[in-house]
Each structure stands twice: as C-alpha cells, then as structure tokens.
C-alpha cells in the first residue's frame, strides 16, 4: 500500500486495534475486581471469549463508520447510541462461547462490571475520535504553474473544505496568477512561505514534481517536516479514490508496481478459498430460500443463470447467479445494463438483488480461481468494448483478478450508464493498488454493512459527492447521464487473444 493511502488505513487499523485493547483490558480489570483471589485463573479460562468480543466489537464499529473521516458529521447523541449498540452486539458471540465452554463462562457480575467499565472507556476514546476528526483541519498551500493549476486550486478548496485549510497559492516565477485564493508568492521563496505561514503540507501537480529545479526545495521542505505531495496523492489518502483527470502514465507505472507480488500470488488466492468455504458453510440457507423463491415465481426458467463475463486479462468465463430477471429479458438480442429498480426482474427479484442473495453461488466462481472474493465486478464483454471506447484506462482494471464485491461496490451505488462506470473506475484504481489482506478484509466488513442497509442509497455514499467526470468540476453526476443504449451494441472489434494480449496505450488526461 503507497504512502498516500497507508496513512488513512493505518489509522483506521490503528483505532480498530485500539478498540480491541480497550475492551479485553476491561474485561481484565472488571474479573480482577470481582474475583480479586482467583483472577489470573479466571481471565485464562475466559480469555478467548473476550478476544472474540473485542474483535466483533471493534469490527461492528468499522461496519458503523466510526472511524471514518466521514463520521466528523454525526451528531455525538447518535455516536453515543451506536457504541453501546455495537457492544451489545459484542456480548452475543462472547455468551455463545461461554455456553460452550461452561469453565470459561463469566459471572452476571463480572459482566456487569465489565461491561460498564468498557463502555466508558470505549466513549471516552470515541469522544476523543470524534473531536479530532471535526476540529483537526491540516494547513496546506498549492504550487500553481497555469491557469488549469487555478482551477484544480478551486477544486481543492470546495473538495477539502471539511479536512483541510487552504492557505492560499504558490506561483512560478514566470507565472502571475488570477485566482481569487490568497498569492502567497513564488517559489524562490517557498521556504520561507512554509515557515511563515505554519503550513504543514505543500500540494503540486506532476508538472512541479518533474521540474528538477523544484527537486531541492521539496527536498528541502521533506527533511523540515513538511509533507509534499501531487494532488492525486491527496485524494487517495482523502477519498480513496482515483480521479481520472488527474491520472499520468507516470501514476500508472508506478500503480503497477505498488501490489505486492506474494499477497497477489500466495495470500489473496490462499484468503479467498478460506473465505469463500466458510461462506458457502453460513449462506447455504440464504441460498436454499433463494432457489425456492425462484422456482416459485418463475417456475418456467432454469434456477441458476449463467453468463459470460471478462475476467482477468479479458479470459472470458461464466459467473453464476440466482435468476433474478424474466426469462424473455432480453429477447430482443441486445445486451441490456442492469440497474436498480429494474422493471425486468421476477417478482421479489430486485429484493434478492438488493440484499445480494443472487451473488451467493459466485462463491462457486472463487473456489474454482476466475474469481476473488474482492476485486472489480465483471463485466460482459459487449460492455467491456464499448466502455474502453468511452472511459480511458478502463482496461486497466482489467488486470486484476474480478471480485464478488469490491471497494466501488461498497462505495458507490447501482450503476446503469457510462458515467457511473467512469466513476466506479476511480475506486477500481484505487483498489488495483493499494490491494492487501487488511483492505480486503476492511471491504467485506463495509459489504455487509451496505447489505444490512439494502445496497449503497445515492445520497449516501460516503465519498459519493467529490465526482471527477472533468477536469474542471467535481460534481455529483445528473441521475442516470448518458445511458448505455438498449439497442443492439456493436461486438468487439478486436479478437479475445487481441484483449488479453494487449495493455491499454497510456495516454495523458491533461491532453
């Protein structure tokens, strides 16, 4: 994971570990204090119950937004609710594993002590979260080298209103700005800027960073303490997004290499059979009602339906779901994008859509290796073709490994047009390089948090509002903008091997 991204989930890694401590050492004390004579024998009969608490409890928090950025917004009264709720949520599996094992259970007192004693200290942490997340606002200046610089200067004052202070703009000497920001002045004197001003990070765009005059003064500015970074890298450790416009061929080469090999190789493929097996173990009944539902109201079509997607490199291979449409759905031969909502599925169709029911049997797809469990959904090759016409860099979500759910599924909703494919395409980006077992692990947790809310709402999603369909405006797009048309879609002009052969020619989005 790059330095960009790393500081975000670090800290959320950070306060997830932190949450596990606070509860299991409350325990500890809350035993200690009940049964002062025998505690140390008590606390080792007990201790994988409290793990298990404190891990469900920190988890169900993560599932609730408490450590998101986000959660700056939200009123305390409802942060206060929802802590007590997830530690309600925590005593369940705890109670389940003292049921089973009735040497290790805990006493009515010792929970109650215990119980309390964590949800203060639980609070008091949050309270502190909270208040640092609404008052720390990080003081930053932008080097501007042209008038689109000026631009991308406004959009980062509407973008990080909420994070960060922009000062004001840094100029080239050969440069007079018109920008309505503060002038700070040039860049002969940056050093000076920086101290007089207090700021603590200097943002730039990729020209500045490639200029080798500019190498020493960042330099410079590293060694004091000053962050210095492009934008590009700010919206990763912001929004965990990748905005399009701001891609460079030099981002992309650079991407390629931030995976590492033995988590793509070894870990994930080791990750996504185990989780996948248990899966397929808890979701059997989910599944079962499923197929019911299915043959009950559509009995004239097959249960399970099978279609083909493009999976890594464009290798075509057939996904398997729950028939959640008519059978006539697209009998006038053209592909047709599914959306929300849609007038097409069999009775009770969408609610298995909505609440994922359909996407059980992809578990199949796991286990037999043309899938993982997180990654970029699949997409049928017809669409495939006319989005990498559409959208630049589509294919490069293409060389990683396709996934039941994945960070644009989480984050953003159904999509049903080009638009919304070029948008889920800047989390895709994001994923492709930053992917480890922590964010697939962080990814599942915020899938069944969008399951148990029934999908992604257009209002909520959590990073939804900063749009990055041009260059000059980040705004939410209109609703459904140019639809992909429902009449017939032209096939691929190249041949499969051609696809899986061939990387996407890089081109710059500043052209």
């Avoid at 800290?11 to 401590?21: A, E, I, K, P, S």
């Avoid at 099978?306 to 006038?332: C, N, Y």
């Avoid at 796991?366 to 016409?389: D, Y």
């Avoid at 494919?421 to 948090?449: C, G, H, P, W």
Wanted: hydrophobic share 45%; with cysteine.
């Amino acid at each position: 994971m790059n330095n960009s991204a790393s500081k975000y989930w670090v800290g959320v890694v950070r306060h997830f570990l932190l949450d596990v401590l606070i509860f299991s050492i409350a325990f500890g004390f809350g035993i200690a204090l009940r049964l002062p004579e025998i505690w140390d024998h008590a606390l080792v009969e007990c201790w994988s119950g409290i793990i298990l608490g404190a891990l469900v409890f920190a988890s169900a928090a993560y599932v609730c937004g408490l450590y998101s950025l986000h959660s700056a917004n939200q009123q305390f009264f409802n942060r206060f609710l929802l802590i007590g709720f997830c530690l309600l949520f925590a005593l369940g599996p705890m109670l389940g594993v003292f049921y089973l094992n009735f040497s290790a259970r805990i006493g009515r007192g010792v929970m109650l002590i215990s119980t309390s004693l964590s949800y203060l200290v639980l609070l008091l942490h949050h309270v502190w979260l909270h208040r640092r997340f609404r008052n720390y606002r990080e003081r930053v200046a932008l080097i501007v080298t042209s008038a689109e610089d000026e631009a991308e200067a406004l959009l980062l004052q509407d973008f990080g209103r909420h994070y960060l202070d922009l000062i004001g703009v840094v100029h080239y000497e050969n440069y007079r700005p018109a920008t309505t920001l503060p002038v700070l002045g040039s860049v002969g004197a940056l050093t000076e800027i920086t101290q007089r001003h207090k700021l603590e990070r200097i943002l730039c765009t990729n020209q500045s960073i490639l200029d080798p005059k500019m190498c020493q003064r960042f330099c410079q500015l590293r060694y004091s303490g000053v962050s210095v970074m492009p934008i590009i890298g700010l919206f990763e450790e912001m929004c965990q997004c990748i905005p399009l416009p701001l891609i460079t061929p030099e981002w992309l080469l650079t991407a390629s290499g931030s995976p590492r090999m033995i988590y793509l190789k070894k870990l994930k493929r080791a990750f996504d059979v185990a989780t996948a097996t248990i899966g397929l173990c808890c979701l059997w009944p989910f599944l079962l009602a499923g197929m019911v539902w299915v043959k009950i109201f559509s009995p004239s079509g097959p249960i399970f339906y099978r279609q083909i997607r493009s999976g890594r490199f464009g290798k075509p291979f057939h996904v398997i779901k729950l028939r959640t449409m008519r059978v006539d759905a697209e009998s006038a031969g053209a592909p047709v994008w599914a959306s929300a909502g849609d007038a097409r599925a069999i009775p009770g169709g969408n609610f298995l859509r909505q609440y994922r029911i359909d996407e059980i049997p992809q578990l199949w797809n796991v286990l037999r290796g043309e899938m993982s469990l997180v990654g970029p959904r699949p997409e049928r090759p017809e669409f495939v073709a006319l989005l990498a016409k559409e959208i630049p860099y589509f294919q490069e979500r293409m060389l990683v490994q396709p996934g039941i759910t994945g960070w644009a599924q989480v984050n953003y909703p159904y999509g049903a047009s080009v638009a919304d494919a070029r948008r889920k395409l800047e989390f895709d980006l994001y994923y492709a390089k930053n992917m480890s077992v922590f964010l697939d692990i962080f990814i599942l947790l915020d899938t069944v948090r969008i399951i148990l809310r029934g999908g992604v709402k257009p209002a909520a999603g959590r990073r939804e509002h900063y749009h990055t369909s041009d260059t000059k405006i980040f705004a939410a797009p209109p609703e459904n903008p140019n639809p992909l048309p429902k009449e017939r879609i032209p096939e691929p002009t190249g041949s499969q091997s051609d696809l899986q052969a061939s990387r996407p020619a890089l081109e710059s989005a500043r052209s």
